[in-house]
């Protein structure tokens, strides 16, 4: 089950079966029933969440109640509320399954905890926040630079997965347009 946890890793650096054996100790697998929160708001016991199988979303609760995606993962993504994991704060957002899942966690004390006690993960990890820090740039690129038609369009080229798999309210939520409007975009490509 972890081999995609490891075949992720040695995309960025090479790791040995006693390395690999080493880190698992501090990670913890859960699986997730579709629609099951894994967060919620108000929490101060954050993780980082890698998703094995399976799909998650995070978002938030407007004023009115009305929740707003912001952010999504597939299989060897990572997921997280990082302002409030770095800084160990509690967070205002919920993570949910979208489909049923499996993932692995682990938390800010164990991620440093792990870097100290095995330091050739660092450049994994350092990556993976690079990584983040340049989805977050790439969506705020988006939502400056495109109309909202062209910010669904571009967010079909480069994650048609994602399209296939969320429900489209999902998506409109994340995209910030309704579901009636998006329904509208899509008609427009098809024809």
């Not at 939520?173 to 490509?189: D, Q, V």
Request: charged share 25%; glycine share 2%.
């Amino acid at each position: 089950m972890l081999s995609s946890f490891r075949q992720h890793i040695e995309r960025y650096q090479k790791i040995s079966d006693e390395q690999f054996d080493a880190i698992k100790p501090y990670f913890e697998v859960h699986s997730l029933k579709k629609k099951e929160n894994i967060q919620e708001a108000g929490q101060a016991q954050l993780y980082n969440y890698f998703i094995l199988e399976g799909c998650l979303r995070m978002y938030t609760l407007h004023e009115k109640g009305q929740e707003i995606t912001t952010e999504f993962a597939l299989e060897s993504w990572w997921l997280c509320d990082q302002k409030a994991y770095l800084g160990k704060s509690e967070t205002d957002c919920y993570i949910q399954a979208v489909e049923n899942s499996i993932i692995i966690r682990i938390s800010r004390d164990k991620e440093q905890l792990l870097i100290k006690e095995q330091p050739f993960i660092q450049i994994y990890i350092l990556e993976m926040y690079q990584k983040a820090f340049a989805a977050a740039q790439f969506r705020n690129k988006l939502f400056k630079l495109y109309s909202k038609e062209e910010i669904f369009i571009q967010f079909n080229s480069n994650f048609p997965e994602f399209v296939q798999r969320v429900p489209q309210y999902l998506i409109a939520s994340y995209l910030g347009l309704t579901p009636e409007y998006l329904s509208e975009i899509r008609k427009k490509m098809i024809s």
